[in-house]
């Protein structure tokens, strides 16, 4: 008889929700964590520099907030106050993952786990069995060989960032996806001057390119490199070439590694163990399933999808077959990747599920788009004036009029993508969404006025 029914490995959002909802199916559930519960996000990634961003955001507002009759004088900020909200904010939430996992009947052991093989892992020295094994083991930050980036104390990849004592004068930032442009903004925000330098044509490589540009221009106060290719790192110096293939230097006094993540499948036990590992990590099928009988992996480490949402939804998955297989393929539970939303919490915002313009395109479809300003929001233009950047932008096919992609920008953009996500799931064709009543006044009416927008 095993030990347990699952041993989960890797506390972070995938395998504590995936522990959570076994726990309370009634399972005998492992958790083995070696680090604080929650992982990347809630240590070191996206709880920390949210909190970070707010404190920017409430610093911003508060010195351009004379256009709308309130006046403050002084204004500063103390990054030492600062950075105790995040750790707080921190503590808060780790303490209650915890009692999450407790209320749920879940074991945790705060130690190293190596998966031996299907239904063994050994937990500091001594082997647990189990009828089902979920590795969650996440992701680690990618830093590509770049000559005069390893062991230079002046570049720092974005845990290393959150505990800075002081904001830099000048950051350099290398990558403008997610990370990089949440650091890049939040930074700016606090007075530093920031450039980013992205080796791609374009900001947020997911998102729609023509969002994306506003997205650019709206982050007035970062300079942008687009088109640029790394060559080196000297002391906080980054040495580039250009889109034109001149050679060019970005002075700093930090340089901040952004370049994206990569799952963590070292350590472990996966190579000795026999799972299958791909260049984008543990492969899975759409149910979480390895090429190990009863071994499932979620989140970060299968490279599905390196979002927190889509680990907990992985999870899900994977618990939901484990407790009852029959249901779970009769419910339908697989990971579908296509209507997993995407969230930048820059200064303004974005987010965004489904296809790009070019990429519906590049499916063949006969695409038809649409994009409307959020001027066309009253609660928008009140809080933002007209001139402020926003806008949503509709993909759909012509013939079929089924929703293919909704991209936002502006503010609570995050907040409302996932009713853009339901619209998706439920293959709501134009149509449909026309008949949808949104609160009004609200930013998510942008959508249906984008829907409207459509040429029939």
């Known amino acids: 008889m095993a030990d347990y029914d699952v041993i989960v490995l890797g506390g972070g959002p995938g395998g504590y929700i995936a522990a959570e909802r076994l726990g309370h199916a009634g399972k005998k559930v492992l958790l083995v964590e070696k680090d604080a519960l929650g992982g990347t996000c809630l240590n070191v990634g996206c709880i920390p520099t949210k909190s970070l961003l707010n404190s920017a955001k409430l610093y911003a507002h508060a010195r351009h907030s004379a256009q709308f009759g309130v006046t403050a004088e002084n204004v500063s900020y103390d990054w030492a106050t600062v950075q105790s909200w995040k750790a707080e904010v921190v503590r808060t939430l780790v303490g209650g993952v915890g009692?999450?996992?407790?209320?749920?009947?879940?074991?945790?052991?705060?130690?190293?786990?190596?998966?031996?093989?299907?239904?063994?892992?050994?937990?500091e020295g001594v082997r647990r069995s189990a009828d089902h094994v979920i590795i969650a083991t996440g992701s680690v930050p990618a830093m590509p060989p770049i000559p005069g980036a390893k062991d230079n104390p002046l570049v720092v990849d974005s845990t290393g960032l959150l505990a800075v004592e002081a904001v830099p004068k000048r950051l350099a930032v290398i990558g403008g996806g997610v990370i990089g442009l949440e650091f890049a903004s939040?930074?700016?925000?606090?007075?530093?001057?920031?450039?980013?330098?992205?080796?791609?044509?374009?900001?947020?490589?997911?998102?729609?390119?023509?969002?994306?540009?506003?997205?650019?221009?709206a982050l007035s106060e970062v300079t942008f490199r687009l088109g640029c290719r790394v060559t080196g790192i000297d002391g906080s110096t980054v040495v580039y070439t250009d889109a034109q293939g001149a050679g060019q230097r970005a002075d700093?006094?930090?340089?901040?590694?952004?370049?994206?993540?990569?799952?963590?499948?070292?350590?472990?036990?996966?190579?000795?163990?026999?799972?299958?590992?791909?260049?984008?990590?543990?492969?899975?099928?759409?149910?979480?399933?390895t090429n190990l009988p009863n071994v499932w992996a979620v989140g970060d480490v299968t490279g599905r999808s390196l979002l927190a949402h889509a680990a907990y939804r992985m999870g899900e998955v994977a618990a939901a077959h484990i407790i009852d297989p029959v249901a779970a393929k009769r419910a339908g539970q697989t990971l579908r990747t296509d209507t997993i939303g995407w969230a930048v919490y820059s200064?303004?915002?974005?987010?965004?599920?489904?296809?790009?313009?070019?990429?519906?395109?590049?499916?063949?479809?006969?695409?038809?788009?649409?994009?409307?300003?959020?001027?066309?929001?009253?609660?928008?233009?009140?809080?933002?004036?007209?001139?402020?950047?926003?806008?949503v932008k509709l993909i759909a096919d012509a013939g079929t009029r089924a929703v293919l992609g909704i991209h936002m920008l502006g503010?609570?953009?995050?907040?409302?993508?996932?009713?853009?996500?339901?619209?998706?799931?439920?293959?709501?064709?134009?149509?449909d969404l026309r008949q949808v009543v949104f609160p009004h006044p609200t930013?998510?009416?942008?959508?249906?006025?984008?829907?409207?927008?459509?040429?029939?």
């Open 347 to 391: 200064i303004p915002e974005a987010a965004g599920v489904g296809l790009t313009e070019a990429q519906a395109a590049g499916r063949g479809h006969d695409v038809v788009t649409a994009t409307v300003p959020l001027a066309v929001s009253g609660r928008f233009v009140a809080e933002n004036g007209v001139r402020g950047p926003g806008a």
């Open 252 to 289: 700093a006094d930090l340089v901040l590694m952004a370049v994206g993540r990569r799952p963590l499948v070292d350590g472990w036990g996966a190579k000795e163990s026999g799972l299958e590992v791909g260049p984008r990590g543990v492969v899975v099928d759409d149910s979480m399933r």
């Open 186 to 217: 939040l930074f700016a925000a606090f007075g530093a001057q920031v450039e980013v330098i992205e080796m791609l044509p374009e900001i947020v490589p997911f998102m729609d390119d023509e969002l994306a540009a506003k997205l650019r221009r």
């Open 411 to 431: 503010s609570y953009a995050p907040e409302t993508i996932w009713g853009a996500a339901a619209v998706l799931e439920t293959e709501l064709t134009v149509d």
């Open 99 to 123: 009692m999450a996992e407790k209320r749920a009947g879940v074991e945790v052991a705060n130690a190293h786990g190596t998966l031996v093989g299907p239904g063994v892992v050994e937990v």
């Open 443 to 456: 930013v998510s009416e942008g959508i249906r006025e984008a829907a409207w927008a459509l040429k029939d």
